[in-house]
């Protein structure tokens, strides 16, 4: 379904570069779970290969379409409250569990889950909701928001982009090994994260405490 995603995307990376990057990623971090990183890392690959998709305009747009949509789910989360989320909220992958996991994840690691979150693909598309859910402060949020996205596009955005400039310098046996290495290094840190999301996960689920509805102020 990826891979599927990922031809589909190309077209609209080579027709709209960072705009196109930008959008995807705001859906993304309003709550939709749509492959963002996947977008950010494949726009960045091409700007490297390329050169014509500048950059740092890449990464700017693609923190600001993380930090817009973010905020936007933060508002939702706010002003619909677990009642709506916990009818609706499977549709997008926010089951029961992990709203009392993401309840009580906020209510002792807010900045932090806010931050680190940024680079995990669930947190990523939830953290926003859940922090409105859990009536995060406001200015806390953004705050913190905004220094997540800027790391995240930066470090995401600026890796695969190097990457992509050495594609064709090297070329050939070296840069297939090159290539095998990278893949294998990402899928197990992949599979390391998901398993330490889940046992983290189950130990929230078990000390969280659900309430019908969080007040929508403090």
């Given at each position: 379904?990826?891979?599927?995603?990922?031809?589909?995307?190309?077209?609209?990376?080579?027709?709209?570069?960072?705009?196109?990057?930008?959008?995807?990623?705001?859906?993304?971090?309003?709550?939709?779970?749509?492959?963002?990183?996947?977008?950010?890392?494949?726009?960045?690959?091409?700007?490297?290969?390329?050169?014509?998709?500048?950059?740092s305009v890449?990464?700017?747009?693609?923190a600001?379409?993380?930090?817009?949509?973010?905020?936007?789910?933060?508002?939702?989360?706010r002003?619909?409250?677990?009642?709506?989320?916990?009818?609706?909220?499977?549709?997008?992958?926010?089951?029961?569990?992990?709203?009392?996991?993401?309840?009580?994840?906020?209510?002792?690691?807010?900045g932090?889950?806010?931050?680190?979150g940024?680079?995990?693909?669930?947190?990523?598309?939830?953290a926003?909701?859940?922090?409105?859910?859990?009536?995060?402060?406001?200015?806390?949020?953004?705050?913190?928001?905004?220094?997540?996205?800027?790391?995240?596009?930066?470090i995401?955005?600026?890796?695969?982009?190097?990457?992509?400039?050495?594609?064709?310098?090297?070329?050939?046996?070296?840069?297939a090994?090159?290539?095998?290495?990278?893949?294998?290094?990402?899928?197990?840190m992949?599979?390391?994260?998901?398993?330490?999301?889940?046992?983290?996960?189950?130990a929230?689920?078990?000390?969280?405490?659900?309430?019908?509805?969080?007040?929508?102020?403090?």
């Open positions: 379904m990826i891979t599927a995603f990922n031809h589909a995307l190309a077209p609209w990376i080579a027709a709209y570069g960072s705009l196109a990057v930008a959008a995807l990623i705001m859906l993304e971090s309003l709550g939709l779970p749509l492959p963002g990183e996947t977008a950010l890392v494949s726009a960045a690959i091409y700007a490297g290969t390329t050169h014509r998709i500048d950059i890449l990464i700017l747009a693609a600001a379409g993380a930090i817009v949509g973010g905020a936007a789910g933060y508002w939702i989360g002003n619909a409250g677990y009642p709506v989320l916990l009818r609706h909220g499977r549709h997008i992958g926010l089951t029961e569990r992990r709203l009392r996991a993401g309840h009580w994840l906020f209510e002792n690691h807010g932090k889950i806010v931050v680190f940024r680079f995990f693909a669930v947190m990523r598309a939830l926003a909701l859940l922090a409105g859910v859990t009536v995060m402060e406001w200015r806390r949020f953004i705050a913190f928001q905004t220094l997540a996205c800027l790391i995240w596009a930066g995401y955005g600026g890796v695969a982009y190097i990457f992509g400039k050495q594609i064709n310098r090297f070329a050939g046996p070296l840069g090994a090159a290539a095998v290495v990278i893949v294998a290094v990402g899928v197990a992949v599979v390391l994260a998901r398993r330490h999301g889940e046992r983290l996960e189950r929230a689920a078990a000390r969280a405490t659900l309430p019908d509805q969080l007040p929508h102020k403090r």
